[in-house]
């Protein structure tokens, strides 16, 4: 939200489906200055906003949503933006099969599908679920034309491609 204030005009809305990250958030964001600020207890994938955005970003969130859910969570921020806006938020690269990234995302999922299993309510948190290509399917289906931006700060794999990348994905339609 502080980085987010450097560079919005007219508001910045922060939202979250809890109330406690809510709170802890309130309380770290301290840049003085800037557009003024909005914290909303919110769904992402019932929003209650209307067409009124410029821009969505999302950070740390897509492992709480499950495949199957992308259509509604994309189609939501769809209807949340302005004709022209963008959705944008990072993705890295899928780990290595075999690295040391790898087992450890993969004995996370394990964990949590079999505490899942035994345990309710259960806590969707997957990191393997958020797949570049189910995301470009998806943001497309949603009615977005979809961007990619290498991201060179977090590095190269060996085979060149870039660890992490910036997806844009732009609502059709001109910005006024
Ligand atoms: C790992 S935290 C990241 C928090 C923050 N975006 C950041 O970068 O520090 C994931 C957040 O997603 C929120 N969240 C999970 N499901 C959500 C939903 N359906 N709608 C809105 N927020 C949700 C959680 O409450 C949690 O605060």
């Known amino acids: 939200m502080d980085v987010l204030r450097t560079v919005c005009r007219e508001q910045v809305t922060g939202v979250d489906i809890s109330t406690g990250m809510l709170a802890v958030a309130r309380e770290r964001a301290v840049r003085p200055g800037g557009p003024p600020t909005a914290w909303v207890r919110g769904d992402a994938r019932d929003l ?3 067409p009124a955005f410029d821009l969505v970003v999302s950070f740390g969130a897509f492992g709480h949503f499950l495949p199957g859910e992308l259509p509604g969570l994309f189609a939501q921020v769809h209807s949340v933006l302005r004709p022209g806006g963008r959705f944008a938020f990072p993705i890295g690269a899928p780990a290595r099969p075999g690295s040391r990234g790898y087992w450890a995302l993969l004995g996370f999922d ?3 599908r079999v505490r899942n299993a ?5 806590f969707v948190m997957y990191y393997r679920d958020f797949r570049l290509g189910d995301v470009r399917r998806e943001l497309a289906r949603a009615g977005f034309s979809v961007e990619l ?3 060179p700060e977090f590095g190269r794999r060996n085979d060149g491609s870039p660890r992490c990348r910036m997806v844009v994905a732009t609502k059709p339609g ?3």
């Open 48 to 50: 209650p906003f209307g």
């Open 110 to 112: 394990a964990a949590m």
């Open 118 to 122: 035994v345990w309710r309510p259960p």
């Open 149 to 151: 931006y290498a991201l």
């Open 174 to 176: 001109s910005a006024e």
